[in-house]
């Protein structure tokens, strides 16, 4: 499996391939997702794309944080979303979305989450950095 570094920057490129030049980032609170979030920032800028808002989820959470994450996604006018968290989170973060029915955003995980033993490998694990 390539290094968390690589992958990230293999993000970046996968989000300018797409033309999303305005997204969301979201991260679980720990050392990884800062460490991801920051480098993805740094990388995107070199191909035109621009946050329009990160944020920072408590690991665990609570139906306020998510209530205070999903306001951020609402009214943000970015629908492309770059979630780096665990799956737990994720998935509850999911459950969510569909509950309150919010609908056509684009959501793309690192492989912390959305890779599993036994699955194919995740699309952007195949971007040619090249």
């Known amino acids: 499996?390539?290094?968390?570094?690589?992958?990230?920057?293999?993000?970046?490129?996968?989000v300018s391939y797409f033309g999303w030049t305005w997204v969301g980032v979201i991260g679980v609170e720990?050392?990884?997702?800062?460490?991801?979030?920051?480098l993805f920032l740094k990388e995107s800028v070199k191909y035109g794309v621009c946050a329009?808002?990160?944020?920072?989820y408590p690991v665990g959470l609570?139906?306020?944080?998510l209530d205070e994450l999903l306001d951020v996604i609402q009214m943000s006018s970015s629908k492309v979303i770059i979630?780096?968290?665990?799956?737990?989170?994720?998935?509850?973060?999911?459950?969510?979305?569909?509950?309150?029915?919010?609908?056509?955003l684009q959501w793309i995980a690192s492989s912390r989450i959305a890779r599993r033993k036994g699955e194919p490998i995740c699309c952007f694990d195949c971007v040619p950095l090249c």
Do not use: C, K, W
């Open 1 to 14: 499996m390539p290094s968390d570094a690589f992958q990230i920057r293999a993000l970046a490129r996968l």
């Open 30 to 38: 720990s050392d990884y997702a800062r460490f991801a979030i920051q």
């Open 52 to 56: 329009s808002y990160t944020h920072f």
């Open 62 to 65: 609570s139906q306020q944080a």
């Open 83 to 104: 979630n780096f968290s665990s799956e737990s989170e994720m998935q509850g973060i999911l459950r969510e979305v569909r509950y309150r029915n919010i609908t056509s």
